[in-house]
């Protein structure tokens, strides 16, 4: 069975080995007859229960997509092996297929999804804007907090001109959340919840983590994990 077929089993199935993966969709309360016949047209997400996956999925529940979250074993190294190869050759997760289309980067694919489902992005110039902070939360950010070696002095760089945008705005783009503060915000959620970062020093990046924590579509998601 290639992973871009649906098993044909209920929604959710504990993981007990090799190539079983938990099926969930989410909108929990349709029939798996229904999942299977929107089997094809539903964008497929594939990820570990704790990854970057659950990034995209937030994203997924705030443009309120319709979408087939596929589970993969990790600790049993699926992502390591066919079928999982042939949609990331890199054996990475987040992964989505959406029709004929596979895409990796869990930024790529925020990008993709905003541009395709969001109703954000209406010119070249607000799609590079929007990109510009994809790309600073996955790779300046995420290298600036996340990497112990760099913290100290990253963290004295970035944080306070995002302590000023975040003063100004409630959001990062204005006064509207945008797919900016999914790859933003989660990066600096999890600073809260993997690091215990103390932030103390940044009141409006505080309120800012504690506004999105409470948003409905990151509590069904990362909040969940
Ligand atoms: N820059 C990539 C990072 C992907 C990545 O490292 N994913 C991790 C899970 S969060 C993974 O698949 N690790 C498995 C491995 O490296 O074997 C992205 O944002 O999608």
Redesign the pocket.
């Known amino acids: 069975m290639s992973f871009t077929q649906l098993p044909a089993y209920a929604e959710k199935i504990i993981p007990s080995g090799k190539n079983s993966f938990i099926f969930i969709n989410n909108q929990e309360k349709k029939s798996m007859n229904q999942v299977i016949t929107n089997s094809n047209s539903t964008l497929k997400l594939y990820g570990?229960t704790r990854?970057?996956a659950s990034i995209i999925q937030w994203y997924l529940e705030e443009i309120n997509l319709d979408y087939n979250y596929i589970l993969i074993d990790?600790a049993q190294k699926e992502?390591?092996q066919s079928p999982f190869l042939e949609l990331n050759p890199f054996?990475?997760?987040?992964v989505i297929v959406d029709g004929d289309f596979k895409l990796?980067?869990?930024?790529a694919i925020l990008l993709y999804l905003a541009e395709k489902y969001g109703n954000e992005i209406n010119s070249l110039e607000e799609k590079s804007i929007i990109n510009q902070w994809i790309l600073f939360a996955?790779s300046t950010l995420a290298t600036g907090l996340f990497i112990e070696a760099n913290r100290e002095k990253e963290m004295s760089q970035l944080l306070p001109p995002l302590e000023n945008i975040l003063q100004k705005n409630s959001y990062l783009l204005g006064e509207n959340f945008t797919v900016a503060d999914v790859a933003v915000g989660s990066m600096l959620a999890y600073t809260q919840i993997l690091l215990k970062l103390d932030l103390s020093n940044y009141p409006a990046i505080t309120n800012y983590i504690q506004r999105i924590i409470q948003r409905p579509a990151f509590m069904n998601t990362i909040g969940k994990r």
Do not use: A, I
């Not at 990796?104 to 930024?107: D, V």
């Open positions: 570990g990854s970057r990790m992502h390591l054996g990475k997760v987040p990796w980067e869990s930024g996955n």
